[in-house]
């Protein structure tokens, strides 16, 4: 059993200030408790229990160059010592977009952000303004933060597909959440041309944006089929509707260029945020001039006390010359321990006689139990066993790795041999133990 006796007393102290003694909703989640972290180095994090584990939960994504990483560390103070934030403009923010603007194919022009969430906000509001149309498509099982304009369901086990009364939208995703929000949110299946094109006949004239992941990684890591991204772009295009690409997790991770560069589809705007800052608050949207120009001319607001600050620039910059340099190598050896941890869990599945699948891409996969030969669609996968993969992450942890336990791993650049080994070791000893229970 793994001893959390200290994590169990420190989330009761944390709840008599903290609400609910965590500080986002989707950690109180975690079996058989919350952690509470005391100290993290490259692959590894230790809690105040004295426990140590192989982290590929990697702080829900950002952490790309690992935990405490030192040319992160160094640059980041060295910008503090010139100030953190200014409120004004400085040369960061240049030398940050340039670079993106090299990087990111659809990348005319970029605005920063602190998270994810607020980069999906503003790519809705630049649509919505510059097709003069309200309707946006997203998809079953994809996630695009938590506002009120896109929150409708969550990548969770239990999530449900409840349809409002006009059969249409679904219900929000939390409490509390504008119910008006969402009356233009059209969610449909993904990975799926036919419904695609049929939903396209009945609304496309009044489409302003279809936002995708370009590969659905907040449920099962799941890749576009052959030729349905291409038709994506072709029908945007045809109906001057805004095709953005949500490269939150797969930017600066499944390429230097992410996904649009990887499968040479340009969408229109993408969002970025995660492994841009290395585990610092940046995020941005990048996109085609002509619609960037809404916030030149002041039609569309982009706001925020803290953007583009002098830490969150300095982190990206780091995070991009590490990734990029000696022709991405990093990325591509990330790829390859990736590979490596994939078909050593794929043999073990295999020798425990249990029915499971991974699917994977870049430095990112999704392990799950199910009996089905694969998983291309958000119905196959919901088909899942959930409570089994929350149950296997639990024993992970005895064994000394940390998952998410939704099944999502993401492997750093400092994943390498050693942690290969002890991982498959690990999951050698969780399977024993969870075929036995
Ligand atoms: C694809 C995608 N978009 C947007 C977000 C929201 O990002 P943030 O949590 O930084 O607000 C997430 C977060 O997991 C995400 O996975």
């Avoid at 975690?30 to 180095?41: G, I, S, Y």
């Avoid at 969550?154 to 999530?159: E, I, L």
């Avoid at 990325?331 to 499971?356: A, F, P, S, Y």
């Amino acid at each position: 059993m793994l001893k959390v006796e200290q994590s169990l007393e420190k989330l009761a102290e944390s709840k008599k200030y903290l609400a609910g003694g965590v500080s986002s909703s989707l950690r109180s989640s975690m079996l058989p408790t919350p952690l509470f972290v005391e100290r993290a180095k490259g692959t590894e994090i230790w809690d105040i229990d004295g426990n140590k584990y192989i982290d590929y939960l990697l702080a829900y994504g950002p952490l790309i160059l690992g935990h405490a990483n030192s040319k992160l560390t160094d640059n980041i103070n060295n910008a503090l010592k010139f100030g953190s934030t200014y409120g004004l403009q400085h040369q960061g923010e240049i030398d940050l977009a340039m670079r993106i603007t090299e990087l990111l194919p659809s990348a005319d022009r970029v605005s920063f952000s602190g998270s994810g969430t607020e980069a999906v906000m503003l790519a809705l509001r630049l649509a919505r303004e510059y097709t003069g149309r309200q309707k946006i498509i997203r998809f079953q099982g994809h996630f695009h933060g938590w506002s009120d304009s896109i929150f409708t369901s969550f990548p969770t086990p239990d999530m449900t597909e409840s349809k409002n009364s006009n059969g249409l939208g679904v219900s929000p995703g939390t409490g509390g959440q504008s119910q008006k929000g969402l009356e233009d949110i059209i969610v449909i299946d993904w990975n799926n041309v036919d419904c695609l094109e049929s939903t396209l006949e009945q609304y496309g004239n009044e489409i302003a944006a279809i936002i995708t992941e370009p590969v659905m990684c907040n449920s099962g890591c799941i890749v576009p089929k052959q030729g349905y991204m291409e038709k994506m772009r072709e029908l945007t295009s045809k109906l001057g509707i805004v095709l953005i690409f949500d490269e939150v997790i797969t930017g600066f991770r499944i390429s230097p260029g992410g996904a649009q560069q990887r499968f040479g589809i340009i969408p229109d705007l993408t969002t970025i945020g995660k492994s841009l800052g290395g585990g610092i608050a940046v995020s941005g949207v990048a996109g085609k001039e002509s619609i960037m120009r809404l916030i030149e001319n002041g039609t569309v607001n982009h706001l925020g006390t803290l953007n583009g600050n002098n830490v969150a620039t300095a982190a990206a910059l780091t995070v991009i010359d590490e990734l990029t340099r000696d022709n991405s190598n990093k990325l591509i050896k990330m790829e390859e321990t990736t590979n490596l941890i994939v078909k050593g869990i794929r043999n073990l599945l295999d020798q425990h006689h249990v029915t499971g699948l991974i699917n994977h891409i870049g430095p990112v996969f999704h392990m799950m139990f199910i009996d089905e030969e694969s998983v291309t669609d958000f119905s196959t996968f919901q088909k899942r066993d959930a409570e089994k993969y929350t149950q296997f992450a639990s024993l992970l942890l005895e064994e000394g790795v940390l998952v998410r336990p939704s099944g999502l791993w993401y492997i750093s650049a400092l994943h390498g041999q050693k942690e290969v080994e002890n991982t498959l070791e690990a999951v050698d000893r969780a399977l024993k133990k969870l075929v036995r229970t």
